[in-house]
């Protein structure tokens, strides 16, 4: 809020946006923007949108199709589909991303794309995994936003801000602060050299960032980049492809999927993988296989392919073993299938192991088939006991 008030933005947000169907999406949008315009006295040439994860597509999504958002601030996630745009887009972006996000490599590509496209963006990495980045880095989304305007003429050139630029990244570029290194560093000098673009003499940054690249290590690191992302890419690529099949076999039960028992093999695998150096890329490939799972799993669940929908969710009990919600989703789709035991079982493992939502539980029309059981009665009185709601969702 600090960096907004500084700059004289207005922050608007919607709490009904999520990931899901699109109707809700467009309708939170509309009610965000109808009332801020309404409201407010808006630079309609400054208008910006931002989002986590499935609210960063979204955002990305809604300024593809209305072309009347000037920058997007796209956080653990980027253009829809995973898709890198083909051809130049009319807004600016900066792109946030944990090291240990599963969507690394996605934003990496994404941010090759856009420079051969020669479309204003920054990217920004921190120290993290799939979440909102800390607020000490936001404020480069405000100062890259900025410059930009100074640069179209929307707002004066401003001195003190074009030292606050310089000073913001030369910071950066002497910083321990995780992720470091002489790859990052260049980074940052690669980003100050694009801020003061057209607002101020940046001659010197192109002779700094020359420097860090010619320094001892850095060619090893930048080539440690390169090895990670070509290997993250093709497991990636791997893992797709047998969700592809799962779905299929849907359709054509001859189809070859691979077992629990290779899941649980490469899972291990990414396990020992994060005790070594690539511990970064270990985290990002089990998060990735999570998260598409259950992706996966809502997809099927929501068109009633309860066996397949089980097989997606039965790789999230194998990659989260101690998390509540992946037996939680499992009980659903039991009692639903009229597996009524391993349904309760399952019901209470989730229990046992955190779930603590009475209202989720005892109102969730999943459970309509087992809800007369005396078990399901037990755990739930188990749960109101703990009082609290937490959605799994």
């Known amino acids: 809020m600090t960096h907004a008030t500084d700059f004289g933005y207005i922050l608007a947000s919607s709490n009904n946006s999520r990931n899901g169907p699109w109707e809700p999406v467009i309708e939170a949008a509309n009610a965000v923007f109808t009332d801020t315009w309404q409201r407010f006295r808006i630079d309609p040439s400054r208008v910006y949108a931002g989002g986590f994860s499935g609210g960063s597509r979204a955002a990305t999504t809604i300024a593809l199709l209305t072309d009347q958002f000037a920058g997007i601030i796209a956080c653990g996630a980027g253009f829809p589909g995973q898709i890198p745009p083909r051809e130049k887009v009319g807004f600016g972006y900066i792109a946030m991303i944990g090291i ?125 980049l390169v090895r990670q992302y070509r290997l993250e890419s093709v497991s990636r690529s791997r893992y797709l492809d047998e969700f592809l099949n799962m779905g299929l076999a849907s359709i054509y039960p001859s189809m070859a999927v691979k077992s629990m028992n290779w899941w649980e093999s490469e899972l291990r695998m990414l396990d020992e993988m994060k005790k070594g150096n690539d511990r970064d890329m270990g985290y990002r490939l089990h998060d990735f296989i999570t998260g598409n799972a259950y992706e996966q799993y809502d997809e099927y669940f929501r068109q009633a392919f309860f066996n397949t929908a089980a097989r997606f969710m039965d790789i999230c009990r194998l990659s989260e073993p101690d998390e509540y919600w992946p037996y939680y989703f499992t009980a659903r789709v039991q009692a639903l299938q009229g597996e009524t035991l391993q349904a309760l079982n399952n019901l209470q493992k989730s229990v046992d192991k955190g779930f603590d939502n009475a209202g989720l539980m005892e109102n969730d029309t999943c459970f309509a088939n087992i809800r007369d059981k005396r078990k399901f009665t037990e755990i739930l009185e188990q749960v109101s006991k703990a009082g609290r709601s937490d959605d799994p969702d």
């Not at 996000?101 to 990496?108: A, F, R, T």
């Open 100 to 224: 240990r996000d599963m969507n690394w490599v996605e934003m990496l590509k994404l941010d090759t794309a856009l420079a051969q496209l020669e479309v204003p963006h920054q990217l920004v990495v921190f120290n993290g995994g799939h979440e909102w980045p800390p607020v000490e880095y936001v404020e480069e989304a405000f100062l890259f936003f900025q410059a930009s305007a100074m640069r179209k003429g929307l707002i004066p050139k401003d001195t003190a801000l074009v030292k606050r630029i310089r000073q913001f990244y030369m910071k950066q570029m002497v910083s321990d602060r995780p992720p470091a290194g002489l790859f990052y560093r260049y980074l940052s000098a690669l980003k100050l050299y694009n801020c003061l673009q057209g607002i101020a003499d940046n001659s010197h940054v192109v002779k700094l960032a020359d420097s860090i690249a010619s320094l001892s290590g850095f060619r090893d690191e930048f080539d440690d």
